[in-house]
């Protein structure tokens, strides 16, 4: 992150003090400088804002600046911490130092102490993060290994796949609607672990016919059947020391499911045809869409095979229950489709992105990616607007576009000539309006109102500040 785009945040409840630094450390490291009066204040600034730094007094004398520490170092372990304690509070140093922050500094502030230390800071915060960029850890800003998303419930399933993926011995149980990424998030699971020097063997068991998918999975011993002229090793086997993925293991028929049973229990299984057992090591990670449960309750799966291989069940969120997700998803799409073409698509309008966000995608990720692939097609070298997309994806009278745009130039030039006409404020109030329907657009959320408008976040949050809007500002529907 280059230096320009870091964020600081500056927590004392002392006003004037607060916006001296802030103005300090503006002019001296040239960082977004946003202000909270409060721990309370400053931990929904946290949830809402990319923040590197915090640096917050101590609100003596309940200590709400070590709580505030404590909860940063819990919930934002990537953001640093620098604690402002008064002179010879030794103790209140101690503690702040014991609990994670990175400096600390003096109150009332030494401008030229704290220029220095919050560098510093930010130089190291800017270290660590690159050290945890090239660590096969899972990245929870940009996504995991082809899975893309920063909401919420893709935190909490990045933090799920890096103590599964850590394991490396207990089966997995991926379960999630059709286009969700299930396969993904297998692969995810055997790249980080310690089988990733062995093979991830992947079998759709819906798309394989019965007949075949058992010698599939287990192989065959030459002459089991006619022709079978030679022997051949199973799925099962090839995947030895590494992982199995069956993926819609709810489609397995009962006699199957029997022989895959033993091969979890047992290490081993015959081929087909075959009488010599063959021992085996492999990890299994199962997915589904169906409710297994119920096919347990109807007799249509083993629930001794259901509890051996949901040891360990991950659920992956539908894309209409993480639709912050979409902007992001979206510009990893047309990165994509736009490799090696001449006229690449340029991205996706607001009233578009608008529209999509609106929409409840029944085909989950699958059916976004098809649909910028569309797009990349047939609107290379422009704009997708929302008038671009087909008729299922657009919000019924929406005004999109040029025609949003013409209405207010049209509602402007009626006062022209008139003797209160001022063009700046028209200017301005047209800008309010805009940053307002962003915002309303995305429930409140700042970080995709400012991907709506094509804005820096940070470049959002100052107008906001500047323009005073943050009253109108609705409250927010999800982070």
Known sequence: MSESMRSILLVDGNREAREGLAVMLRKHIGCVVLESQSPAEALEALQDQDISLVITELFAPRQGGIELLKQVRADHPQVAVIVSVPYG??????EALRRGAIFYIHSPYDFEEAVIATARALE????????????????????????????????????????????????VLIRGESGTGKELVARATHAYSPRKGKNFVPVNCAAIPDELLESEL?????????????????????????????????????????????????????PVGGVKPVSVNV???????RDLEAAVAEGRFREDLYYRLSVVPVQIPPLRERKEDIP????????????GRKNALKGFAADAMAALLEYPWPGNV???ENLVQRMSVLHADDWVSAADLPEKYQVPGQVTGEAAGAAVVDECVEGIGEENFDFNTLVSDFEDRLILKALTKTGGNK????????????????????KQLEAEVPPEEFV
Do not use: C, W
Not at 89 to 94: E, I
Not at 328 to 339: A, H, M, Y
């Open 89 to 94: 509070d030794r103790d209140s140093v101690v």
């Open 283 to 289: 990890r299994i990670v199962a997915a589904t869409h």
């Open 218 to 270: 287990f192989g065959y011993v030459k002459g089991a059947f006619t022709g079978a002229n030679q022997s051949k090793i199973g799925r099962i086997q090839y995947a030895d020391g590494g992982t199995l993925f069956l993926d819609e293991i709810g489609d397995m028929k009962p006699s199957l499911q029997a022989k895959l049973l033993r091969v979890i229990q047992e290490r081993e299984f015959e």
């Open 366 to 368: 699958r059916e976004l």
């Open 124 to 171: 190291h915060r800017d270290l660590l993060v690159h050290q945890q960029k090239r660590s096969p850890k899972i990245s929870k800003s940009d996504g995991f290994h082809g899975i893309i998303g920063q909401s919420p419930k893709m935190m909490r399933l990045y933090s799920i796949l890096e103590k599964v993926a850590e394991d490396g011995e207990s089966n």
């Open 447 to 466: 970080k995709e109102a400012a991907r709506l408008l094509n804005l820096k976040r940070t470049t959002l949050i100052e107008k906001i500040k500047k």
């Open 328 to 339: 992001v998803l979206i510009e990893k799409f047309v990165q994509v489709f736009n490799r």
